[in-house]
């Protein structure tokens, strides 16, 4: 009689690290003092510079993540400095 196959163990889930909520400001360029925040019970994320005193804030899902608000700071940020040769500001073309 043969000895019954012992069950191997599964291999230990790797961790993800987490990601960051203070960050660099657009205006300022101070190193940390973007701090991002998340109000899940009215859908609004808020990234403010605790400098400058600038702020953003944009809708949010269950899904959004701190640097996803700031993300979206640094896009508005470029979008809305993005200018054509006239002087008028770029559309975006969605088709």
């Known amino acids: 009689m043969g000895k019954r ?8 889930k790797k961790r993800m690290d987490k990601l960051d909520t203070v960050f660099s ?21 808020e ?3 605790r400098i400058c005193q600038e ?4 809708t949010v899902t269950a899904l ?5 608000i ?3 700071w640094i896009d508005e940020c470029e979008r ?5 040769d006239d002087g008028v500001p770029v559309e975006d073309d969605v088709d």
Do not use: W
């Open 5 to 12: 196959k012992s069950r191997a163990k599964p291999p230990p």
């Open 80 to 84: 809305v400095n993005t200018v054509d």
């Open 47 to 49: 990234a403010s510079c």
């Open 25 to 45: 400001c657009p205006f300022c360029n101070h190193g940390t003092s973007v701090e991002c925040r998340i109000d899940m019970k009215n859908l609004i994320g």
């Open 55 to 58: 702020n953003f804030s944009t």
């Open 70 to 72: 700031y993300s979206e």
């Open 64 to 68: 959004t993540e701190p640097i996803d």
